[in-house]
């Protein structure tokens, strides 16, 4: 899902600061998986705010979730997928486009 109101097409899902938060963080990991306890504690989120974030980022295949049982104790870990490192590399070139441009618009009107 994309807004290309002001000629610049941003992706929707990602552009929301949780979600943008959550990619970022995952991304930035040296753990293939992420658990769903250290996302919750490191951004500081409720569990009920981080299922939704993280159900919408996985409708849009940007994340897989994975539960297991570890012992007798659940276990939710999250990975990025392809489609999602994809996704995030192109947000990220965009919003840097917009900022090259807006340094180029503000450079023109001195």
């Known amino acids: 899902m994309t807004d290309n109101r002001h000629g610049y097409s941003v992706d ?3 552009h929301e600061q949780v979600r ?58 999250v990975a990025m997928t392809l489609a999602g490192r994809d996704a995030l590399v192109s947000y990220i070139a965009k919003m840097e486009a917009i900022i090259r441009t807006l340094k180029t618009l503000e450079e023109n009107q001195k």
């Not at 995952?26 to 500081?44: C, D």
């Not at 981080?50 to 104790?73: C, F, H, M, P, W």
């Open 20 to 77: 943008l938060a959550i990619l970022t963080y995952i991304a930035s990991s040296e753990q293939k998986e992420v658990p769903f306890t250290e996302l919750k504690q490191s951004l500081e989120l409720t569990a009920g705010n981080l299922s939704v974030q993280l159900r919408n980022l996985e409708d849009a295949g940007y994340l897989t979730i994975s539960k297991t049982i570890e012992g007798r104790k659940p276990s939710t870990t």
């Open 12 to 14: 929707k899902v990602i």
